[in-house]
């Protein structure tokens, strides 16, 4: 992210406009990253015949159990509908922000996120260690 | 909308990205270093300009040609290297398509077995009932303990660095690097069993002694109750095996020595001693990497090997503070949380109330952590706090401690840790809940 910036630092034209614009780069970035993994899906063959899962890599086991199925629940989302839940909920953006980040009018980051929560919530209802996390959230 | 609980999963999640990136700081050293070479070495602005001028049209046509040239290419060196995971980033793995947990007991079901699928291509397949888990992985294999029954293991050879894969049942271990094989291990008998279809593989414990290493073709059985072992061709009285494969001419029993051994047993060859094992493809000899160079590239098995081999209690009181912390999260990270609380124990006798010491004390906390032990850790984090309360991991141990707190259910001391939370980290993580048990405290006397 920060190379990109550097890089491309002469296209910001608002100094004060930092914060969002760095965001605006990251969530490329993220976005970019997550289509690359999934459309490596079916561009590599994997020995074997078996393809692995593209899960996130083994932790420690302290890790956090919460962290780790937050992680898996968040790996079935599309990836708009990732990172728009990131933003709001992990890195605790307000709706304006999100929609600043993802380059998108702020209906359209309503309605993502809307989408986000309620395929999270149905996810996260199956994995054992979210149950306290999301007890008394609507699905 | 009631959006709270995931505001408060979302928070913790938050808490916890932070300690974890708490634990890369020489990666953020590196990384700023590297940042500001780049700023160093960004191009004047009008040579940023004069590159960001179009080329003139008659480059288009072969430029794009070129482009797609070098694209190919480029995607079939990259169809190639695909096939090996990159070094230095640790493997990952599934149990039956789900993400699989380092050191989770998995039990394949009575009726099916049950798959691990490591990322490098790697399987392990437990039969039914059989029961396994994996203890410890990095970027080159892993380490999987079968407690009971059968599996059969297919490692993926690798062209530009071994597979190191390792898999112990009971006193015997496996050592191996590509190949296939049908292991089984009965605890209550204390009978090992090993068929070999492909490769080579070390094997140790008990009748093998210090390592045996078996050919491909044969199959080994051993149990601690009686010395040594039996090896009989694959095919030969072993009905679950798949077929029988053809063996190679100097892998015949007869050059195995097996001459003097009863009808149908031959007699293995010695593993080469450990320090000729692994002579590099070249045949010229590689320096080894030190444990503390293993551990920095995060390969913490094979660190923590290296420093046992080495002498562990040795290395701690020989090596600096700074390293033997490493040493203590190359031996946690591998499962071996005694031997991690040496090394840390070590680090603040030697060198009390440095940073290293304050950095062993939450280490300590950690591990009492996972030994479910809060008072301890409570302790602990305390300590490395009090020790460097403007330290790097000053932050995450106060995280830890509201957390602690929170865990207690012991409203008095939730209300304390979060007064003591907000007063020295009013911008934490864990602020905006802090404010909430405030609010909540205050709000019967309204």
């Known amino acids: 992210v920060f190379v990109v910036a550097i890089d491309s630092i002469d296209n910001l034209q608002e100094p004060s406009a930092l914060r969002p614009w760095l965001a605006g780069i990251s969530v490329h970035l993220a976005r970019a990253e997550i289509r690359r993994r999934t459309k490596n899906r079916w561009l590599l063959s994997w020995p074997g015949g078996e393809e692995p899962a593209l899960e996130a890599p083994s932790q420690p086991p302290e890790i956090d159990e919460a962290l780790r199925a937050t992680y898996r629940a968040l790996s079935k989302l599309a990836p708009d509908e990732r990172i728009s839940f990131a933003l709001r909920f992990i890195e605790g953006m307000d709706l304006v922000e999100v929609a600043a980040a993802c380059r998108v009018s702020l209906a359209t980051a309503k309605r993502r996120l809307c989408r986000a929560r309620k395929k999270f919530v149905c996810i996260a209802r199956t994995l054992p260690e979210l149950a306290d996390w999301i007890a008394g959230e609507e699905s | 909308v009631n959006w709270d609980p995931l505001m408060r999963l979302g928070a913790h999640v938050a808490a916890e990205q932070d300690r974890e990136h708490e634990q890369r700081r020489p990666e953020d050293d590196e990384l700023r270093e590297f940042l500001a070479r780049r700023v160093a070495e960004r191009p004047s602005a009008e040579r940023r300009a004069e590159r960001a001028r179009p080329l003139p049209r008659r480059w288009l046509l072969p430029g794009a040609l070129l482009a797609a040239l070098l694209l190919g290419g480029l995607l079939l060196v990259m169809d190639w290297v695909s096939s090996e995971p990159p070094r230095g980033k640790p493997l990952s793995f599934t149990v039956g398509g789900q993400s699989g947990i380092l050191h989770a007991w998995e039990s394949a079901p009575e009726d099916h077995p049950l798959a691990l699928v490591f990322s490098d291509g790697t399987s392990i397949e437990l039969e039914p009932r059989a029961r396994a888990r994996v203890v410890a992985v990095d970027s080159d294999g892993a380490e999987v303990v079968i407690e009971s029954g059968r599996a059969t293991v297919h490692v993926v050879p690798r062209t530009l660095h071994p597979a190191d894969y390792r898999v112990r049942m009971g006193p015997f271990a496996v050592?191996?690097?590509?190949?296939?094989?049908?292991?089984g291990w009965a605890p209550e008998a204390e009978e090992f069993s090993l068929a070999l279809f492909e490769g080579r593989v070390k094997v140790t414990g008990c009748g093998f002694g210090a390592g045996s290493e078996v050919p491909a073709g044969f199959r080994v059985e051993a149990s601690c109750q009686r010395p040594g072992f039996v090896l009989t061709p694959v095919g030969a009285g072993a009905p679950d095996t798949p077929e029988k494969p053809e063996l190679p001419a100097d892998e015949t029993p007869a050059s195995l020595?097996?001459?003097?051994?009863?009808?149908?047993?031959?007699?293995?060859?010695e593993a080469p001693e450990p320090s000729?094992?692994?002579?590099p493809r070249s045949g010229r000899a590689k320096p080894q990497p030190s444990w503390q160079e293993l551990a920095r590239a995060g390969r913490f098995t094979r660190a923590y090997a290296s420093a046992v081999r080495a002498g562990f209690d040795d290395e701690c009181e020989r090596a600096s503070v700074e390293d033997v912390v490493l040493l203590g999260d190359?031996?946690?990270?591998?499962?071996?949380?005694?031997?991690?609380?040496?090394?840390?124990?070590?680090?603040?006798?030697?060198?009390?109330?440095?940073?290293?010491?304050?950095?062993?004390?939450?280490?300590?906390?950690?591990?009492a952590l996972d030994d479910q032990d809060p008072h301890e850790a409570r302790r602990w984090f305390s300590t490395s706090l009090d020790e460097q309360p403007h330290g790097p991991l000053a932050q995450a141990a106060r995280d830890r401690l509201f957390e602690l707190?929170?865990?207690?259910?012991?409203g008095a001391r939730i209300r304390e840790a979060a007064a003591a939370y907000l007063e020295q980290s009013p911008d934490g993580a864990h602020a905006a809940q802090a404010r909430a048990v405030g609010a909540e405290s205050e709000s019967p006397r309204r």
């Open chain 2, 276 to 279: 000729r094992e692994r002579t």
């Open chain 2, 257 to 269: 020595g097996a001459a003097d051994a009863g009808a149908g047993e031959y007699r293995l060859r």
């Open chain 2, 405 to 410: 707190a929170l865990r207690s259910r012991d």
């Open chain 2, 330 to 367: 190359a031996a946690r990270h591998g499962g071996y949380a005694g031997l991690a609380r040496r090394a840390y124990s070590a680090v603040r006798r030697r060198a009390p109330a440095s940073r290293a010491a304050a950095d062993a004390a939450f280490a300590l906390g950690r591990l």
């Open chain 2, 175 to 183: 050592e191996v690097e590509g190949t296939r094989f049908d292991v």
